[in-house]
């Protein structure tokens, strides 16, 4: 086999390489796939019914001609005209209907998709949504996942129609020719070859440009959405963004024309070759009319045969070479499709314990990100007993968020253990664990539906109108803000639907306090909680604390040591270590990092 041929058959062999696509579109659609085979059935056999009746009105019409009794030769050939007009009217409203069914079920697959797209988005760790790599995925996964079963099924079903009207049109023109049925197959080939060739080059070109295409729509995205609007404005960004971006639309724009060009030269000399050839089998079949050799009939039949036979080889070369370039772009849906989570679940979770004598503990815990070359913590080890409150203190960056991070697990350590009254938190139930912990990170998230919404999602097990809601709001003074809504909890937050409220940072950071007090979970974090409340609320939420977790465990990081004094212990981190720890009195009393920063912080109050 020459390396060519070998590339065809490896290629075609692609393009027919159809089971996970095909059962996505089962999947999604049983009845509705079932209605377009049939409709197929019947959309690719009555046309060459059409055809062979056409051959014989004309043949009837010829021999009409020369007839004694012309009404009653008339009287027949009414009668095709009359059946073929069915025949075709048949087609007409089978073509109408395979219209709707097929618009409805690409509707439904692509609905279908998205299901499948966001369960896997959930599914997957935040660790690969802080990996640009797994965005490059995502963008190529989500750019393709919508169309491309649909595409590959419409493929399928053209492929089977055009074969079978191959099937019919090739034994027909064989057994009248066979010279020209083989000038139909070497007039089409070379056409195959281009679109296989000019899909490669497309994938491979589309998966290479995924992130600078990635970075076009970052700027797209900043310069028009409202977070950015205010500095876009006020540093007159506007420009700048907008000019970068078109530089990198151009930039893709140029490699994608480059290889449309190509692609569109060797196209237009594959045509030309194939007109010449199809016109050339035109004038045999005319000469050979003309010599007696076929009737009038044969010569229609024929011109028609060879028109369908021609476009139904194209169709078919059409299809493999659609299935190849479907196949290959649903292998982005497919490597998406494909990533595991790598937090692994326990075979067998052990109910998550209620926290008692042994509290929570971090022995020996080091950690560096997958994407980082530094460890983010480094040996910490730490207990947190229930109804205690744990202050974690230090710079920015000294691995504060990534500690809560591992006890939320949504990182293992990378040595070291974090258990849970005892039992390591790799043996329980992910979704159970993290039940047991009401989180509110210093990036909390601002969710644009109801203020009633955005407290019940800390506790959806609840009925969505549960008086805890109020009790919730009023622990983390939002109640206040609520009440002075138009439409109070039922008021439709942010401003990015109509009717919506737009609350100021402090009030938006209230509601999230809410949420994570609404949470019946064993243990409480809170991250950065009160940094943009007034110092009135700040007071007020810190006053009631105590009252507020009860005996729940309580982690609280701020760099506000006013409002960590009075945890019941409290440990400083340095570059993923912790430094000094104890009580406030403690600290103090060492005369450390803790007592330095404490000062500097006092006198600026002073
Ligand atoms: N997703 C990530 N991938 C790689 N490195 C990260 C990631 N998140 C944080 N880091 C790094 O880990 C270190 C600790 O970050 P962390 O967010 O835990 O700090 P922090 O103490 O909470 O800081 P801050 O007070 O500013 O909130 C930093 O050096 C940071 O650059």
């Not at 009217?89 to 709707?100: P, Q, V, W, Y």
């Not at 006890?407 to 258990?419: E, H, W």
């Amino acid at each position: 086999m020459t390396p060519s041929t070998y590339k065809l058959k490896h290629k075609i062999q692609g393009a027919l390489r159809l089971g996970r696509a095909l059962q996505l579109v089962w999947q999604s659609s049983p009845t509705w796939t079932i209605a377009r085979i049939l409709l197929l059935i019947v959309q690719s056999t009555l046309p060459l019914l059409s055809l062979y009746l056409m051959k014989v009105i004309v043949d009837a019409v010829s021999t009409a001609i020369a007839a004694a009794n012309k009404q009653a030769a008339f009287q027949q050939i009414a009668l095709l005209i009359v059946l073929t007009g069915t025949v075709n009217l048949i087609i007409a409203l089978c073509s109408s209907i395979a219209e709707l069914v097929n618009t409805t079920q690409a509707e439904i697959i692509t609905d279908y998709m998205y299901g499948i797209v966001h369960a896997k988005a959930i599914e997957v760790d935040l660790e690969y949504y802080e990996n640009s790599q797994y965005h490059d995925t995502l963008q190529r996964a989500q750019q393709e996942a919508y169309f491309r079963p649909t595409h590959i099924l419409n493929s399928l079903l053209q492929l089977s129609e055009n074969t079978i009207s191959l099937v019919a049109i090739t034994g027909l023109l064989l057994f009248f020719h066979w010279q020209v049925a083989a000038i139909l197959f070497v007039a089409t080939v070379p056409g195959l070859f281009v679109r296989l060739k000019y899909a490669d080059q497309m994938y491979h070109w589309k998966r290479k440009r995924t992130a600078t295409q990635r970075k076009a729509y970052y700027l797209d995205w900043m310069l028009t959405n409202s977070w950015h609007a205010k500095e876009i404005r006020l540093f007159n960004l506007g420009s700048l963004f907008s000019r970068r971006f078109r530089q990198l639309r151009k930039q893709l724009y140029q490699e994608s024309l480059a290889i449309s060009k190509r692609s569109t030269v060797t196209a237009l000399v594959t045509q030309t070759s194939a007109t010449i050839a199809v016109y050339g089998s035109y004038a045999i079949i005319a000469y050979q009319t003309v010599k007696g050799t076929f009737t009038l009939g044969d010569l229609i039949m024929y011109y028609q045969a060879f028109q369908r036979g021609q476009s139904a080889l194209q169709g078919v070369l059409g299809s493999v070479a659609g299935l190849y370039e479907d196949n290959l772009f649903l292998s982005n849906v497919h490597e998406f499709l494909d990533l595991k989570p790598r937090i692994i679940e326990p075979l067998h979770p052990l109910p998550v314990p209620r926290l008692q004598h042994k509290g929570i503990q971090f022995q020996g815990v080091s950690f560096q990100y997958p994407t980082s070359d530094r460890q983010g913590l480094k040996d910490i080890s730490l207990t947190i007993q229930p109804g205690e409150v744990v202050a974690l203190v230090g710079e920015n960056g000294a691995g504060k968020t990534t500690l809560i991070k591992l006890l939320c697990r949504l990182y293992d350590p990378t040595q070291g253990s974090i258990t849970f009254e005892g039992y390591d938190l790799r043996c329980l139930a992910t979704t159970d664990l993290r039940r047991q912990i009401s989180v509110i990170f210093q990036d909390y998230a601002k969710y644009y539906l109801t203020a009633k919404e955005n407290i019940w999602f800390g506790n959806i097990d609840l009925p969505p109108d549960d008086g805890l809601i109020q009790n919730a709001a009023y622990k983390a003074g939002a109640d206040d803000v609520i009440s002075s809504l138009p439409n109070s909890y039922e008021t439709i937050l942010g401003n990015w639907f109509e009717d919506g409220e737009e609350l100021s940072i402090g009030q938006w950071q209230k509601i999230a306090l809410a949420r994570a007090f609404l949470r019946d979970a064993q243990i409480l974090v809170l991250d950065e909680p009160t940094s943009a409340l007034d110092a009135k609320a700040e007071e007020e939420v810190f006053q009631k604390f105590r009252q507020l977790i009860k005996n729940q465990a309580a982690i609280l990081i701020s760099h506000r040591l006013s409002t960590v004094k009075m945890a019941d212990h409290i440990y400083l981190m340095e570059h993923g270590r912790i430094v000094e720890n104890g009580t406030h009195e403690e600290l103090m009393q060492l005369g450390g990092s803790y007592a330095h920063l404490f000062e500097i912080q006092a006198k600026n109050y002073r």
